[in-house]
T-cell receptor, first 118, second 111 residues
């Protein structure tokens, strides 16, 4: 099973602040993802990547940047944080070799980072 | 677009009760269907999946059957325990990276 580690676990910043959330996975998965989790909305995809140097836009990308520096490391950047970005953020990884068939993308999640923007 | 609907925001049961959490989906094509479980302070964990009509997925006493006719994948467990208290997410995958999650159902089991 993939090991996905997020840091920090908790972060408080002010409106307009600059925040970087980190994620490292140690199972050599090609795909990595950033999701946000909000009550009533479930999990929504912000950005994802299928390899070092690659970045793809997800469903709710506004106000977020991301960078994949290595196969293991994926970062989420909030350059001008706003209170609407207060949320629980999850990183996940997966590998197409495990998918088994069309649509069978099984995700492995980290423990999350709780971000508060005051 | 593709979507997943979980009608119960919260379910409260006593130990040994029967559990049903409803999940209905809307998707083009033939999606794979998943259940994930999230315990307090942790990220979601894959529970099981099914990829064809009438296929049953199961794990840890939980089960769900893919029903293309009713576009459903309801989660059931015959006898819940306090340790099953968690948030349960239904999800679908239609191909490649894309996974769409429902809004989640919080299960509270009292002793």
């Amino acid at each position: 099973e993939a090991a996905v580690t997020q840091s920090p676990r908790n972060k408080v910043t002010v409106t307009g602040g600059n925040v970087t959330l980190s994620c490292r996975q140690t199972n050599s998965h090609n795909y990595m993802y950033w999701y946000r989790q909000d009550t009533g909305h479930g999990l929504r995809l912000i950005h994802y990547s299928y390899g070092a140097g690659n970045l793809q836009i997800g469903d709710v990308p506004d106000g977020y940047k991301a960078t994949r520096t290595t196969q293991e490391d994926f970062f989420l950047l909030l350059e001008l944080a706003s209170p609407s970005q207060t949320s629980l953020y999850f990183c996940a990884s997966s590998d197409p070799r495990d998918w088994g068939g069309a649509g069978q993308n099984t995700l492995y999640f980290g423990a999350g980072t709780r971000l508060s923007v005051l | 677009g593709d979507s997943v609907t979980q009608t119960e925001g919260q379910v409260a049961l006593s130990e040994e009760d029967f559990l049903t959490i409803h999940c209905n989906y809307s998707a083009s094509g033939y999606p794979a269907l998943f259940w994930y479980v999230q315990y307090p302070g942790e990220g979601p964990q894959f529970l099981f999946r099914a990829s064809r009509d009438k296929e049953k997925g199961s794990s840890r006493g939980f089960e769900a059957t893919y029903d293309k006719g009713t576009t459903s994948f309801h989660l059931r467990k015959a006898s819940v325990q306090e340790s099953d208290s968690a948030v349960y997410y239904c999800a679908l995958g239609t191909g490649g990276y894309k996974v769409v999650f429902g809004s989640g159902t919080r299960l509270l089991v009292s002793p």
